[in-house]
């Protein structure tokens, strides 16, 4: 990690932007459920598959973490699936901000070549 301040600003909200991708996966698999079973499945399962993938593949200590681009196409998958599950379930605006708030991070994320700690 570098030393300036706008670039650990962009590590934490990277690390915002996570928890608000599993909390969209969360609520959207509690609106798609059918039936209070489903819906605590789904709230459950949703998120809990997409911390186990980026756990696995994208968090900087897995032990096979995949290398960028492939990396980097895993991130924009779980995020278009959690900002594609807001707007399906009645929140496209709150999909599109998080879409468009991952998309900007990602930007600054290569452009201040912080990948390899993040």
Same mark, same amino acid.
């Given at each position: ?58 968090? $900087? ?5 995949? $290398?960028? $681009? ?21 929140? $496209? ?26």
């Amino acid at each position: 990690m570098t030393g300036s301040a706008p670039q650990a600003a962009n590590l934490a909200v990277r690390f915002a932007l996570e928890l608000c991708m599993l909390a969209a996966l969360g609520y959207a698999g509690f609106q798609l459920g059918d039936g209070v079973v489903a819906q605590v499945a789904l709230t459950v399962a949703l998120p809990l598959a997409a911390a186990a993938l980026w756990g696995v593949a994208i968090a $900087p200590k897995a032990r096979r973490r995949a $290398p960028d $681009p492939g990396r980097a196409a895993l991130e924009l998958l779980l995020f278009a699936a959690a900002a594609t599950a807001l707007a399906v379930t009645g929140q $496209p605006i709150l999909g599109l901000i998080l879409a468009a708030a991952m998309l900007v991070n990602v930007a600054l994320m290569f452009a201040w070549k912080q990948r390899a700690t993040a």
